[in-house]
């Protein structure tokens, strides 16, 4: 496994409770990517909270869609086994504000090779919230949302819908 530190935060005003690590562990091979974010469930900015662990999410799709794109644009096919994604939490996370009850949150996923252009995704998103709040993460939303990206997409869109312990979140690839 390849380890990248992806993102470690202090704020001022209570730099213990704060603090996280976020790490990003790649197959030597690139074949299989785990994000694992351990800390707080929210930080707090001034007067206000952040998801921080929710936040590990994106930073994933941030990651991983250009890592598709690259591999992609140099005739190198891939695609996430969706089916396979898993997320995982210790520490038994409230999923709402102001906790800063300190978890450990983890996505994991295989990563495909695939020998058709047509076959190869380079696109990841995710949808969903960290708060409990189920009408943003509605079947309906997400069905909604699905839609739109299907208009614009030039593949099929594949899904994987993970509900866990209060955790709902969709994810979606594309090209």
Known sequence: MVV???????????????????????????????????????????????????LTSTK???????FLKSNFNRKNYLKLDLSNLKVSFKGNPEFRWPSGKHIEYKISVPVLQVSKRKDAMTSIEHRGTW???????????FSAWKGRVAKISSSKVESQLIEKDGFREL???WR
């Open 4 to 54: 990248l530190l992806i993102g470690c935060e202090t704020t001022d005003h209570n730099p213990k409770s704060n603090q996280f690590t976020r790490l990003a562990k790649w197959k030597s091979d690139s074949s299989y990517v785990e994000f694992v974010y351990k800390g707080p469930e929210f930080i707090q900015i001034g007067k206000y909270y952040r998801d921080e662990a929710h």
């Open 60 to 66: 994933f799709t941030h990651i991983i869609g250009p």
């Open 131 to 141: 708060i409990k709040d189920y009408d943003k993460c509605s079947d309906e939303n």
């Open 171 to 173: 994810w979606l690839q």
